[in-house]
């Protein structure tokens, strides 16, 4: 079973109508939408919610009123001031960033610690597998924890049954959510556009995909708005040892297939959808060149080539 994470270095390049293309091409995979501080994959990708599950990013301490002595140690000691001088004092979740020293230094045991509820994740089924995804809680935060959380319950369902593939649609930037999305990948595909700030998110995000050893391989989304500067970024990928992938050009069909709730695979037939059709052959060419287990494992990587739908 392979990984294949899809990243841009930015929000906007159209990394999520990609990963919504791949979902549909792929006849068997596991999706995953590990954008989780703004999901929206599960906009364009027809599901239906399995399970849900509620997600503890920390701790928030909680005050038993019963033992506070309202000395206002607590008060005192607390560095982000998320604890107010009031009579009692009362603590504030959203400034709280549930460090537990109230808990530890008050002198009358009056604070605990309770698993604090960042958001909910979901186990949903499609209709070429299952897909994890989630929603963080407003200036909630954690969301690489969360980010791997969601990889590694994917992990367990592909050992569970037989997808060859998981997709990833990563988080933008090149933080900690998107270390967490492509920590231990087989391959990246990198999403950008041919602009001043796409170049250099670009060359950010390779330089984090480098340390981290995981090949990378780029796609230009809208390519034909500027091709010269599409052509220089290209080669510059390349002479970074990045795999150069077809690139996608301006479609406006893609803006209808979004507002239908649909991949443009499914809806169009048209120049983008095309090129979306070649850049999922490419990619998956890439990662049976990887592939280093048995025939086994070769013969299915192949299989999902074969079934590609049209």
């Keep these: 079973m392979k990984e294949l994470v899809i990243l841009s270095g930015k929000g906007g390049t159209g990394k999520t109508s990609i990963s919504a293309a791949f979902a549909h091409l792929a006849p068997s995979r596991i999706l995953v939408d590990a954008d989780v501080d703004a999901a929206n994959l599960h906009l364009v990708v027809p599901h239906k919610v399995f399970s849900s599950e509620a997600f503890s990013g920390g701790i928030l301490p909680e005050l038993d009123l019963t033992l506070c002595t309202d000395c206002g140690t607590c ?16 603590i504030d979740p959203v400034y709280c960033e549930g460090c537990g020293i109230c808990h530890d230094f008050c002198p009358a045991g009056a604070i605990g610690l309770k698993p604090r509820i960042s958001g909910t994740w979901f186990h949903s089924s499609t209709a070429e597998g299952p897909m994890l995804h989630a929603r963080l809680g407003i200036a909630e935060e954690n969301s690489g924890k969360l980010v791997s959380m969601l990889r590694k319950r994917a992990g367990e369902l592909g050992r569970q049954g037989e997808y060859p593939i998981i997709l990833v649609d990563g988080p933008p930037g090149i ?17 950008t556009e041919p602009t001043l700030s796409g170049r250099h998110d670009m060359l950010r995000l390779a330089k984090l995909c480098a340390r981290m050893r995981i090949p990378v391989c780029l796609t230009l989304n809208k390519w034909d708005l500027n091709p010269e500067m599409a052509h220089a970024m290209e080669e510059e990928a390349r002479s970074r040892g990045m795999e150069i992938l077809s690139s996608i050009p301006f479609d406006t069909e893609m803006t209808k297939a979004m507002a239908a709730g649909r991949s443009l695979t499914e809806v169009s037939s048209g120049p983008a959808s095309q090129a979306l059709m070649q850049l999922w052959q490419e990619v998956l060419s890439l990662l049976e060149k990887q592939q280093k287990s048995s025939d086994g494992g070769l013969l299915i990587m192949e299989s999902l080539k074969q079934e590609t739908i049209p």
């Design 175 to 191: 933080g900690c959510p998107v270390i967490a999305s492509l920590t231990g990948a087989d391959l990246v595909l990198m999403v």
């Design 75 to 90: 008060v005192g000691i607390c560095a982000f001031h998320a604890i107010k001088d009031t009579h009692p004092p009362e």
